[in-house]
């Protein structure tokens, strides 16, 4: 079964900074996708990014880009340029290309990132 | 705004009630899914629907009970809880790589 681990339970960064939030996870698999969602206080959960284990190229989403990588399994999360509005629980989160039909998301434990003004 | 909608936003219940919580989509997806979210816990998925049909129940107490009446529309029914039954329920649904979730049903149950 695949498992994701996020170690980090809190992190805070000073706004303007640049922090990384670590992910990890376990699967068998080649092909797969990983995401970071994140929830605010108002608790509705939105994408932030998606990577395609397949590309080699980290995705890159205005101020937030990933580190994947593969052979390692990690997956981070960088945001940079921090502002109050990242505020939020941050969720790794992986899951399966093949087999088609509904496929459910395996998530890690969260992190909630603070941003100091 | 995601595109899922979640009601009610708040429920408090005796552990002799019966609710239904209700999720909403009209964003063409064919999946739908029930999570919890307890404090200091991974989410949990609950249930998955698919075109309607259930293909996926994570070991949930029958005291949970789904619904899906159309691709639209699901429900979670609630019968007898549990206080540790207290937690943010999420509904989702997904039609391509990714899940797009609604704002969740704080439950309470005394």
């Known amino acids: 079964a695949q498992t994701v681990t996020q170690s980090q339970p809190e992190m805070s960064v000073q706004e303007a900074e640049t922090v990384t939030l670590s992910c990890t996870y376990d699967?068998?698999?080649?092909?797969?996708?990983l995401f970071w969602y994140k929830q605010p206080p108002s608790r509705q959960m939105i994408l932030v990014i998606r990577?395609?284990?397949?590309?080699?190229q980290n995705a890159t989403e205005n101020r937030f880009s990933v580190n994947f990588q593969k052979a390692a399994k990690s997956f981070s999360l960088k945001i940079s340029d921090s502002q109050l509005g990242d505020a939020a629980m941050y969720f790794c989160?992986?899951?399966?290309?093949?087999?088609?039909?509904?496929?459910?998301?395996?998530f890690g434990q969260g992190t909630r990132l603070t941003i100091n003004p | 705004e995601t595109g899922v909608t979640q009601t009610p936003r708040h429920l408090v219940m005796g552990m002799t009630n019966k609710k239904s919580l209700k999720c909403e989509q009209h964003l063409g997806h064919n999946a739908m899914y029930w999570y919890k979210q307890s404090a200091k816990k991974p989410l949990e998925l609950m249930f998955v629907y698919n075109f309607k049909e259930q293909t996926e129940n994570n070991s949930v107490p029958s005291r949970f009970s789904p619904e899906c009446p159309n691709s639209s529309h699901l429900f979670l029914h609630l019968h007898t809880l549990q206080p540790e039954d207290s937690a943010l329920y999420l509904c989702?649904?997904?039609?391509?790589?990714?899940?797009?979730f609604g704002p969740g049903t704080r439950l309470t149950v005394l």
């Open positions: 699967t068998s698999e080649s092909d797969y996708y």
């Open positions: 989160a992986y899951r399966r290309i093949t087999g088609g039909g509904a496929q459910k998301l395996v």
């Open positions: 989702a649904s997904g039609g391509g790589t990714h899940q797009f």
């Open positions: 990577q395609e284990a397949y590309k080699q």
